[in-house]
């Protein structure tokens, strides 16, 4: 057992109730998921009984990533992509209801199974590049691509489960100031991030998909430190950024990696950001063309062209989000005795 959650929420046990939220519209049935920022929790929609998975941020530690997390996400709409639903404001949380997810993430799949063979692993990121392409097409670079964030869905009738990707926590639009903060996920970072150099956030997104790929088939990270317990992270990323500058990376000839696998890895994970692939060369890629439904290149240009896929204006989320952080509301609902959900 290789993988370890990367700066991940602890996953609390269900704890089934009748909580509603409350206007009413929500039952809350358990917890998915556990983080800094609150909970993301699996509800009913009472009128619908639709399952939704909500993200309950607590209004009085609101990140600062939220307004952006809100807006860049409830501008997309691809089947490779968590829907967005809507934002609403309960009185100790600001709720974001998203489409459930119910195969787990990516991370438990790879995990549960050590490692990924080639075709499987082509299926997953084959879809993660589609996802990522047309969020970058939308502007949007999500900066924290990773195994815990890359959701799964099982159709009935499909043989293996669809990549859904969710969290824009630390999504930044095109039209905001350069990128220059060390956010995301130190595992999948790329080294222009680890060294807080100004980046450009697509090719970091990139970068952490070249993560993703290589720890699926060979079950573990391709870049860690050996400073063993004590080192500070200093020493650690030092250490990190020394391998990815040689492009240290362990490929077991057990594996039997085809070459043009491992050729795509490389290009993926080039520690100069100008030199690394770029989407249009991984889209051209023949090992990422492999069994690539025909049909699928051409499929983000039509979802591109629906340019407000969600029913919340832009004013009303900002609004919403501007509205989370009066606090006398808060308490007032709080004397109450309202917070129910
Ligand atoms: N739409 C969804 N459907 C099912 N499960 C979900 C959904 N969204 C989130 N989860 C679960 O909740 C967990 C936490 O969600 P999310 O990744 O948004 O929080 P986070 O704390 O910001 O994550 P991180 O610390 O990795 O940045 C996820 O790892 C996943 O297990």
């Not at 049935?29 to 939704?52: D, P, W």
């Not at 130190?186 to 060294?195: C, H, K, W």
Request: aromatic residues 8%; hydrophobic residues 40%; charged residues 25%.
């Amino acid at each position: 057992m290789h993988l370890h959650r990367q700066d991940s929420p602890t996953q609390a046990a269900a704890k089934p109730t009748a909580k509603m939220d409350e206007q009413g519209k929500f039952e809350f049935i358990k917890e998915l998921g556990r983080g800094s920022f609150g909970s993301v929790v699996l509800a009913r929609n009472t009128k619908t009984g639709e399952q939704v998975a909500i993200k309950k941020m607590e209004r009085a530690h609101l990140q600062r990533y939220v307004e952006s997390e809100i807006l860049n996400h409830s501008q997309l709409r691809h089947p490779h992509v968590v829907q967005f639903r809507e934002v609403f404001l309960s009185p100790h949380h600001i709720n974001i209801v998203m489409d459930y997810a119910s195969g787990g993430s990516l991370f438990g799949y790879v995990q549960s199974r050590n490692r990924l063979r080639e075709p499987l692993a082509r299926w997953f990121f084959q879809q993660l590049i589609l996802a990522v392409d047309y969020c970058h097409r939308k502007g949007v670079a999500n900066r924290d691509i990773k195994l815990e964030n890359t959701l799964l869905q099982v159709i009935p009738g499909l043989p293996r489960p669809l990549v859904k990707i969710c969290d824009f926590g630390y999504s930044k639009h095109d039209n905001r100031s350069v990128a220059r903060s060390k956010v995301g996920t130190l595992t999948y970072m790329a080294p222009e991030v680890l060294q807080s150099r100004v980046y450009d956030g697509k090719t970091a997104d990139i970068w952490s998909c070249g993560v993703v790929l290589y720890t699926m088939l060979v079950g573990r990270y391709p870049f860690q430190s050996n400073a063993g317990e004590g080192a500070g992270l200093g020493q650690e990323v030092m250490e990190m950024l020394k391998k990815m500058k040689a492009q240290e990376y362990h490929l077991p000839d057990s594996l039997n990696l085809t070459p043009e696998c491992k050729a795509l890895l490389k290009a993926l994970l080039h520690p100069e950001s100008e030199k690394r692939v770029k989407m249009a060369g991984i889209m051209a890629d023949a090992w990422f063309r492999t069994d690539l439904p025909p049909d699928a290149l051409n499929m983000n240009d039509k979802y591109l062209a629906n340019t407000r896929p969600c029913p919340q204006s832009e004013a009303e989320i900002k609004n919403i989000v501007a509205m989370a952080t009066n606090y006398n509301t808060n308490d007032m609902y709080a004397a109450q005795g309202m917070d129910q959900f």
